[in-house]
């Protein structure tokens, strides 16, 4: 149990457009969903935190207009990135926990890659 | 500021050999901590984490880790490693308390290689 799913796991894209990712929950109700961004050879850092049904939580210097999200339901959380830029190119990792589960543990997604050309 | 850092980027080993990864953190409060693993082309999965109680924590696959807090130190063992443990190992730390308990922070990561 415990499976959280990513879509697309890799996206091309021209400068300027916008990409919508995908994060679900398969077999459990993520009450929390969480976006990270990983950079090659560094850590995850996280972008911010979506509860269901209400607006998400940035972190510091997460441009909020630009990476929308939205966690419409208990099963699946959306990461847009508008008008995307070369220097969003980058792997974006979801994860997501529930009061449901073990307090405090997060369950990741594959990830997914996206390169803007 | 929350911070975890890991000394360690890359390791590599034989079979058989031992391994230890560094792992330490800053809060000025209580945390819980956390030892992920990527093993390659797939997603971080839990391996073992430290909420309170016995210091050494034993998880999945004969890891273990001890947290000893006079040195903010939660460093990830294991006696005898195999050619399947090559991977990429993250640590992370979250507050005890308060309202960011889910905030998870990571460490850059260590990648590990077996060697057969």
């Known amino acids: 149990g415990a499976v959280v799913s990513q879509h697309p796991s890799w996206v091309i894209c021209k400068s300027g457009t916008s990409v919508k990712i995908e994060c679900r929950s398969l077999?459990?109700?993520?009450?929390?969903m969480f976006w990270y961004r990983q950079f090659p050879k560094q850590s995850l850092m996280l972008m911010a935190t979506?509860?269901?049904?209400?607006?998400?939580?940035?972190e510091q210097g997460v441009e909020k207009d630009k990476f929308l999200i939205n966690h419409a339901s208990l099963t699946l959380s959306t990461l847009t990135v508008t008008s995307a830029h070369p220097e969003d190119s980058s792997f974006y990792i979801c994860?997501?926990?529930?009061?449901?589960?073990?307090?405090?543990?997060?369950?990741f997604g594959p990830g997914t890659r996206l390169t803007v050309t | 500021a929350q911070s975890v850092s890991q000394h360690n980027h890359h390791v590599i080993l034989s079979e058989a050999a031992s391994l230890e990864l560094g792992c330490n953190y800053s809060?000025?409060?209580?945390?819980?901590l956390f030892w992920y693993v990527q093993y390659p082309g797939q997603h971080l999965q839990l391996l073992l984490k430290y909420f309170s109680g016995d210091p050494l924590v034993k998880g999945i696959k004969g890891f273990e880790a001890e947290f000893i807090k006079s040195k903010f130190s939660f460093n990830l063992r294991k006696p005898s490693v195999q050619w399947s443990d090559t991977a990429e190992y993250f640590c992370?730390?979250?507050?005890?308390?308060?309202?960011?308990?889910?905030?998870?922070?990571f460490g850059t990561g260590t990648l590990l290689a077996v060697q057969p």
């Open positions: 809060y000025g409060g209580t945390v819980n």
């Open positions: 992370a730390s979250a507050p005890a308390y308060g309202g960011a308990t889910n905030k998870l922070i």
């Open positions: 077999d459990f109700q993520a009450t929390t």
């Open positions: 979506s509860n269901e049904g209400s607006k998400a939580t940035y």
């Open positions: 994860s997501a926990s529930s009061i449901g589960k073990v307090t405090y543990e997060q369950y």
